[in-house]
């Protein structure tokens, strides 16, 4: 059976700092999921653990008192409402949540490819388009080998045009191309293994012209070595929800995914 669009589990509301847009809200957001067959959502502000040192100024308000401004999600009958964050992982390898925290979030998404925030998460003479793909391996496998709950974590945007950050537009197909086949396969058995999500998001799924392959590459490896898939929007505001239903279903298409490659939470 036909993977079916009915999960999103990476939202922001506007207490991102990088959204801010006060029509992002949580009953918005549950508006969202019941005009579009959405039956898990939850929500993942961006977060940095109070308890963990090194949070850079941009992350260090984004603490948990400031994610938990909501309070109890909206509960709804038809869709189940989840409360999580979207952590980071610094130059250090460092994840911005204690171990013990896990607990307190229903779902925890951590991206590798944050690499535009300069200082933080990389060191500013990995400016090569060689050392980003490095760095997309070596990311992905210091996620993979720590000792954290797999089965309520999310690898977010593994295709994120921030893994560019700061090179030219045309830098982002050449580095994704650059990541070898036997990389991504060592990886993802890796991932499958451990039972976390791998994330279709919705800005990477966008599938500009001439990006389609690369694009699409290292999910179809993915599928091949048995990862499971969420959906995540990453919306900001609700005009990303247009074209949420539209952009998941052609990318379940395109990966030819059935029931079985659902990652569940
Ligand atoms: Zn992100
Ligand atoms: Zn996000």
Request: proline share 3%; with cysteine; net charge negative.
């Amino acid at each position: 059976m036909k993977y079916i669009f009915d999960n999103d589990l990476h939202i922001h509301s506007q207490l991102s700092l990088c959204s801010g847009n006060p029509e992002q809200t949580p009953e918005r957001i549950l508006q969202y999921a019941k005009e579009n067959g959405v039956k898990t959502l939850c929500l993942t502000d961006h977060f940095w653990d109070e308890t963990v040192p090194g949070a850079s100024g941009w992350y260090a308000k984004q603490n948990s008192t400031w994610i938990s401004a909501w309070g109890e999600m909206p509960k709804d009958d038809e869709v189940r409402f989840l409360f999580g964050v979207e952590t980071d992982m610094d130059k250090f390898m460092t994840v911005g949540m204690a171990k013990e925290n896990y607990d307190k979030y229903d779902f925890v998404v951590i991206p590798t490819t944050h690499l535009h925030m300069m200082d933080f998460t990389l060191n500013p003479e990995d400016n090569s388009i060689e050392s980003r793909a490095e760095l997309w391996v070596k990311r992905l496998d210091a996620l993979l080998s720590k000792d954290i709950p797999f089965h309520k974590i999310g690898i977010a945007h593994l295709a994120c045009r921030l893994i560019k950050g700061g090179l030219d537009d045309s830098a982002y197909v050449k580095i994704l191309d650059l990541i070898k086949d036997e990389d991504m396969e060592r990886l993802f058995t890796k991932a499958a293994k451990l039972g976390c999500g791998i994330e279709l998001n919705q800005s990477d799924m966008a599938l500009r012209v001439g990006e389609e392959e690369s694009v699409l590459r290292m999910f179809r490896i993915a599928k091949k070595c048995g990862c499971k898939f969420y959906c995540g929007s990453d919306a900001h505001s609700p005009g990303y929800f247009d074209n949420t239903k539209r952009i998941m279903e052609r990318a379940i298409d395109l990966l030819d995914l059935c029931e079985d490659d659902k990652f569940h939470i």
